[in-house]
């Protein structure tokens, strides 16, 4: 069964904080790792990683995979209140029936304080 | 503007009625997928549709049914047999399987 786990799984902090969240997964066939961003109500797309080692960034928000070690990290920098939200982590199965199919980790509930 | 669309944003059913939940997309997506949201426990899929008169089953599929007979469109039933059914249902799309899923606004259920 795949499994994704995410770390921590709420966290606090003060505007102009860096944080990093991470995720660690174990799936039978690995396709990709994505990771989404959720407000109030849908989640929305950020990242999709496939390859070991290669930094995707994108402002002030930047994920990273090891592939080897099975987990990546989402780093916010500078963060301000409007990066509050639940963010969340799934693994794409590349196999068989199960191809695309997604699985998710709880999430990580990240609050920045003015 | 494309994107995907769920409606109602609230719902209020009794136990023992089957409800409906509607999603639509007009992205021109083949893939359409069901979630389940759970306080803590993140997003599990319900059910997949790869392509129109098909679709598949996920991890939670028992108590609900869907049909795929347009492109568009990839409605939910929630049925009397489905046993917790009060949760945040996500619908969400993607070009194909194994690309990025985009997701509409959620359809909040409660059944008392």
């Known amino acids: 069964e795949d499994k994704v786990v995410q770390s921590p799984l709420s966290l606090v902090v003060h505007e102009g904080d860096t944080v990093t969240l991470n995720c660690s997964y174990e799936?039978?066939?690995?396709?990709?790792l994505l990771w989404y961003k959720q407000e109030k109500k849908a989640p929305t797309f950020l990242f999709m990683l496939?390859?070991?080692?290669i930094e995707k960034k994108s402002g002030r928000l930047s994920s990273i995979l090891d592939k080897k070690e099975l987990f990546s990290i989402l780093n916010i920098t500078a963060t301000q209140t409007g990066d509050s939200a639940v963010y969340l982590c799934a693994v794409s199965n590349a196999g068989g029936t199960s191809y695309g199919k997604l699985t998710f980790g709880q999430g990580t509930i990240l609050t920045v304080h003015p | 503007d494309g994107g995907i669309t769920q409606s109602p944003k609230y719902l209020f059913r009794k136990e023992g009625q089957n409800v409906t939940l509607s999603c639509e997309q007009n992205?021109?997506?083949?893939?359409m997928y069901w979630y389940r949201q759970d306080p803590g426990q993140g997003l599990r899929l319900i059910y997949y549709s790869q392509i129109v008169n098909d679709f598949q089953k996920g991890d939670i599929a028992e108590g609900y049914s869907v049909s795929r007979e347009k492109k568009e469109s990839f409605p939910l039933t929630v049925t009397s047999a489905q046993k917790n059914p009060t949760a945040f249902y996500l619908c969400?799309?993607?070009?194909?399987?194994?690309?990025?899923?985009?997701f509409g606004p959620g359809t909040r259920l409660t059944v008392t």
């Open positions: 969400a799309s993607s070009v194909d399987r194994g690309y990025e899923q985009y």
């Open positions: 799936v039978t066939n690995f396709r990709s």
């Open positions: 992205l021109n997506h083949d893939a």
């Open positions: 496939t390859s070991s080692g």
